[in-house]
T-cell receptor
Framework: AQSVTQPDIHITVSEGASLELRCNYS??????LFWYVQSPGQGLQLLLK??????LVQGIKGFEAEFKRSQSSFNLRKPSVHWSDAAEYFC????????????FGQGTTLQVKP | NAGVMQNPRHLVRRRGQEARLRCSPM?????VYWYRQLPEEGLKFMVY????????ESGMPKERFSAEFPKEGPSILRIQQVVRGDSAAYFC????????????FGPGTRLTVT
């Protein structure tokens, strides 16, 4: 069965430090992958997506992610974290079939220290 | 262009009552997805609808839950005879077509069952 794993439930980084959030997926074919961010009490905002092509994807707010097929990973990175980046981050893959429904990871909560 | 609208944002129901959650997709979007986020968990797919059709309800609990997306008006997620375990955030997402593509999420409805 398809699945998405985000191994880190909570991560704390200092403001200005670099960030990497891990995401591993299980999927037979070429996956369609997303990273979403959720601020407290809010809905989900798309940060970036990978469908095909260049494996390094640029997103909003200075985020990027790299698709590595050999490692079944799609890790999210940011070179310098801002306090406003504190939120919950979800990695998702489109389920097989043609409905487009998403399978989400458990989420990673990011805390930013001043 | 208004985003995905959900109402109410917060809903409190006593056990045994009915809950109705509404979702108005973005203008021009005719595909709606409902997801549920239980406390401390990621989002789980519930149902996928197009106008007047349920396409995939594989994530819906077998009893008490139903969904519709009429020709006119919002999509409705209905929960009959709510129980404490239904307390969760329910998110609606829309897209212009089905299949693998970005989904635009609403702010969610937070249901509390007392």
């Amino acid at each position: 069965a398809q699945s998405v794993t985000q191994p880190d439930i909570h991560i704390t980084v200092s403001e200005g430090a670099s960030l990497e959030l891990r995401c591993n997926y299980s999927y037979g074919a070429t996956p369609y992958l997303f990273w979403y961010v959720q601020s407290p009490g809010q809905g989900l905002q798309l940060l970036l997506k990978y469908f095909s092509g260049d494996t390094l994807v640029q997103g909003i707010k200075g985020f990027e992610a790299e698709f590595k097929r050999s490692q079944s990973s799609f890790n999210l990175r940011k070179p310098s974290v801002h306090w406003s980046d504190a939120a919950e981050y979800f990695c998702a893959v489109v389920s097989s079939g043609n409905t487009g429904k998403l399978i989400f990871g458990q989420g990673t909560t990011l805390q930013v220290k001043p | 262009n208004a985003g995905v609208m959900q109402n109410p944002r917060h809903l409190v129901r006593r056990r045994g009552q009915e809950a109705r959650l509404r979702c108005s997709p973005m203008k021009g979007h005719s595909h709606v997805y409902w997801y549920r986020q239980l406390p401390e968990e990621g989002l789980k797919f519930m149902v996928y609808l197009q106008k007047e059709n349920i396409i995939d309800e594989s994530g819906m609990p077998k009893e008490r839950f139903s969904a519709e997306f009429p020709k006119e008006g919002p999509s409705i997620l209905r929960i009959q005879q709510v129980v404490r375990g239904d307390s969760a955030a329910y998110f609606c997402a829309s897209s212009p077509t089905g299949g693998p593509q970005e989904q635009y999420f609403g702010p969610g409805t937070r249901l509390t069952v007392t």
